[in-house]
Nanobody, 117 residues
Framework: QGQLVESGGGLVQPGGSLRLSCVAS????????MVWYRQAPGKRRELIAA?????????ESSVEGRFTLSRVNAKDTVTMFLDMTNLKPDDTAVYYC?????????WGQGTQVTVSS
């Protein structure tokens, strides 16, 4: 039974930084693409960043240059990091990590990021 657990969210002032983590465990997630989504109040959930098993990352244009994506594949877990800098109020959202393993979708519970002065 696999699970994804996010952490690292919080309240930060505009221009500040945060590091989000997503730990995937319970199944062999090392070969899969891992993805960050976010959902702002009143808006649809949107994909913002993805990283494959080799560590090749792609980011949506609104966060490229400010966010960096990385992952560490260990024996029993995969940890994905989203390093966010120069945060803006528009980055306020619940951030979710997602992956797929053996045609089953896995989602974390989400972590709230609030950018406000």
């Amino acid at each position: 039974q696999g699970q994804l657990v996010e952490s690292g969210g919080g309240l930060v002032q505009p221009g500040g930084s945060l590091r989000l983590s997503c730990v995937a465990s319970g199944r062999n997630f090392s070969g899969g693409i891992m993805v960050w989504y976010r959902q702002a109040p009143g808006k649809r959930r949107e994909l913002i960043a993805a990283i494959d098993s080799a560590g090749t990352a792609s980011l949506e244009s609104s966060v490229e240059g400010r966010f960096t994506l990385s992952r560490v594949n260990a024996k029993d877990t995969v940890t994905m990091f989203l390093d966010m800098t120069n945060l803006k109020p528009d980055d306020t959202a619940v951030y979710y990590c997602h992956t797929n393993c053996l045609v089953r979708d896995y989602w974390g519970q989400g972590t709230q990021v609030t950018v406000s002065s």
